[in-house]
């Protein structure tokens, strides 16, 4: 195009923010026009960054994050994808040498009226939703002409037009236009317009589509004016004002990108005294910009930016597409459906494009668009299930691409130091949520764990430990890690404690244990400061947990608190890590619980017997940890002895709950501190006629539910199997739908082979004297022998020695004195042997 065949004025581009065909046709407007400027809007202060875009570091989608320097909590969001015109702007006027700008309203201005409007908000009592911390900004909020998704004011008979447009409801310019078209879906329109248009080449004219819809949005302007959007006006008189600027400095030559709703604003007469009367007496706040990977998960979202759109990974594939988007986009779906193991063959591709494109045609569409694909692909390779779809809507549709920015781009000194950690620890962040296994006896895997715990430490959501699939000990632990865009924010916020990942943990570390009002809280503390490894606030935490201690009496709150102090002193000691305070103050707490639990587990209701046997479990396990810790130099020794006197005591009390007594005889028969015969009384008295059934249902569950392997002692004594088999049968009519659900909760608890087991035994009838006194062939339940087969049992031996790295077994005669096994077993062994201890309870 000639400077004489181009239109007067400016060049005014409208466009739909996240928009492939809008895209498209502003590379083609700016191909045609050649201007000598590009204005875009955006946030000025990131003029200082716009060079970055062009560095091949730098791969959308990203966004510019902008946040207020004295609260980095208070931040906004500009995000850009490839398919996003604003981009394509950026990027065509670094390639063509010609200066390009952001001419929208200052982040500094647009941060602090978020700021200011959400004070009012909760000066006037509202909840005040914190939309402008770590929220998206408004000034990059409005796709073609206000958020997506906001309601449709010509779907209401009741809205007028002429009414104020303050009370309007935000207006959505392309929902409005669709309806005036007879359809009931903008996207759909918003395709067969723009995006199948520019899909068969485009207009001949590249200028005409924004002329078009320049005279829609006019229209539209005035009927609604401002759209519900009052802040526009502020936003539109800066934008004008840059706009003469720029219009001073490079004549006529100036192209602007905007969101098409703003056009008739920039295009309007207005006096430069009446712009800057608008943006007189704006609140300010020193902001701090710079850019961010996003991506097109986020984007995909609504909440808080209103130019979201549903399905950023198929604009991605129109806007990557150079031809045949249908064809390439199955082929697409094929491949990730045979990466997830379904058949998938080359004529399914085949008849989902003709599928795709007849449905196209019965609907009157000039192309398949997403709902015809998505539709053929359901018909055509998922065989009609919603299930694979749903693959295919998030992996493709949505879509898990992740941006990348360069190392150049500013950051502040603590996302700098994290950058260089997941670097060095080939840890990469990534949008996809993934599972990361450590072995923490392996240098990397143990330095990813501490950075991981010190981000956790900071309130930095990158990572969440998970129960592992192959151990529960201290040598290994599972990660569930993902990445969002929002991290960068929580990043900012905790780089006022530090300008590097360990120092800025250890400083919020000591802040916790001050401001700490609970025991619990300091020993949970205390645990998080030793799996991060901060030796430098362990004192701190320490004097806080000495004080906290000294002063709880509660026995529950003392009960709560050991566990955690507990595993604190087992990291320690596979760790390496000096735990000497720590052993004292455990050993201190355990003494008190052992005193003080007995009275404390009498006159309970339901609910806090269900608590206090919890607490019971935790102390138990607590104990055992402390005992077997050699790093602890308390005097322990005769502690599971104490508490083995405790736990009988709570067995043989009537005025103790139930479930508490079931459960203190549990834990004395799995230690082998209680006989199989004192076991067996202990539930006939508890199952005695005399026993009012919840009393006795609550003792079962106490003694036989939750605990690992309760179902298998059922199996294998058949003497407690027949005492509760014989109780549950005199249960009388009017009293078994009360135990019934206390019951059902008990056994519902037991893996399905175990339920299936205890059936047939049951079924059968359990023999007097166990297995060994079934006689006759045929006479024992299926998978059950008369007798345990020795010779078996003993080939077994080897094998699991083996495996569990355990010393050959001594020659027959010889045998070995008792404890000479474990006393040769590793930190390691003992934990291989305590997670093996139930499959070969179960597998005898």
Known sequence: ???????????????????????????????????????????????????????????????????????????????????????????????????????????????????????????????????????????????????????????????????????????????????????????????????????????ADPLAPFAALAEAMTALREVYGDGGHPRDAVREAYMRIQLRKAVKEFSDGVAVVCGAWHVPALGAR???????????????????????????RRLARHSGYGAGIDSPGWYGHLFEAADRPVERWMTKVAGLLRDEDRFVSSAHVIEAVRLAGSLAALRGRPLAGLSETTDAIRAVMCEGSDVPLALVRDRLVVGETLGEVPDTAPAVPLQRDLARQQRTLRLKPEAQERELELDLRKDNDAARSRLLHRLRLLAVGWGEPVAGRASTGTFRESWLLRWEPELYVQVAEAGTWGTTVLSAATARAGALAEAATT??????????????????????????????????????????????????????????????????????????????????????????????????????????????????????????????????????????????????ARLLLDEGRLG?????????????????????????????????GGGMLLVHDERLLGLVDAWLTGVPADTFVDVLPLLRRTFSAYEAGVRRTLGELVRRGPAVGGPAAVSGAGATAPGFGPALDGARADAVEPVLRLLLDLPTAPAAGGAAPPGSTGDARTAENTESTENAEEPLGATG
């Open 270 to 296: 207005t006096t430069l005294t009446a712009d800057r009367a608008l943006l007189k007496g704006l609140p300010k706040v020193r902001t701090g910009m710079t850019w961010v990977p996003w991506s097109h």
């Open 519 to 664: 025991l619990a809280e300091v020993t949970t503390l205390a645990e998080q400061c030793l799996l991060a490894e901060l030796p430098e606030a362990l004192p701190v935490v320490m004097r806080a947990l000495a004080d906290r201690a000294a002063l709880d009496s509660d026995v529950g709150h003392l009960a709560d608190a050991l566990p955690a102090l507990a595993r604190t002193l087992r990291y320690g000691d596979v760790r390496s890590t000096d735990t000497t305070a720590l052993g004292e103050v455990a050993a201190g707490l355990a003494e008190r619980i052992r005193v003080g639990l007995p009275p404390a587990c009498t006159g309970l209701d339901a609910d806090g017997a269900e608590e206090m046997r919890r607490r019971v479990d935790g102390v138990h396990t607590a104990i055992g940890l402390l005992s077997g810790t050699a790093r602890a130099e308390a005097d322990t020794d005769g502690l599971r002895e104490r508490w083995a006197a405790v736990l009988h005591g709570l067995a043989a009390r009537d005025t103790v709950a139930g479930v508490i007594r079931g459960r203190a």
């Open 1 to 203: 195009m000639t400077s004489a065949e181009r239109p007067a004025g400016p060049l005014l581009l409208g466009v739909r923010h996240h928009g492939p065909g809008s895209a498209r046709a502003v590379r083609a407007a700016l191909d045609a026009a050649s201007p000598g400027a590009v204005l875009v809007e955006g946030p000025p202060e990131g003029d200082a960054l716009l060079p970055l875009a062009a560095d091949e570091g730098m791969r959308p989608p990203v966004a510019l994050l902008a946040h207020a320097v004295d609260d980095p909590g208070q931040a906004a969001f500009w995000p850009l994808a490839a398919f996003s015109p604003e981009w394509v702007a950026i990027r065509w006027a670094l390639a063509h040498d010609v200066p390009v700008r952001f001419i929208d309203l200052p982040a500094a201005h647009s941060l602090a009226m978020t700021r200011a409007e959400e004070q009012a908000e909760q000066a006037a009592g509202g909840d005040g939703d914190g939309g402008g911390r770590a929220g998206h900004g408004t000034a990059a909020a409005d796709c073609a002409g206000g958020p997506s998704g906001a309601a449709d004011p010509s779907a209401d008979p009741s809205t007028d037009p002429t009414s104020d447009p303050a009370a309007q409801a935000p207006v959505d310019p392309v929902a409005v236009l669709a309806g005036a078209a007879g359809y009931d879906d903008p996207e759909r329109w918003w395709e067969d317009v723009v995006e199948h248009r520019a899909q068969d080449g485009g207009p």
């Open 676 to 708: 199989e015969d004192e076991a067996a009384r202990l539930m006939g008295l508890a199952l005695s006629p005399g026993t009012p059934p919840p009393d006795a249902a609550a003792w079962i569950e106490g003694f036989v539910g939750g605990a690992a």
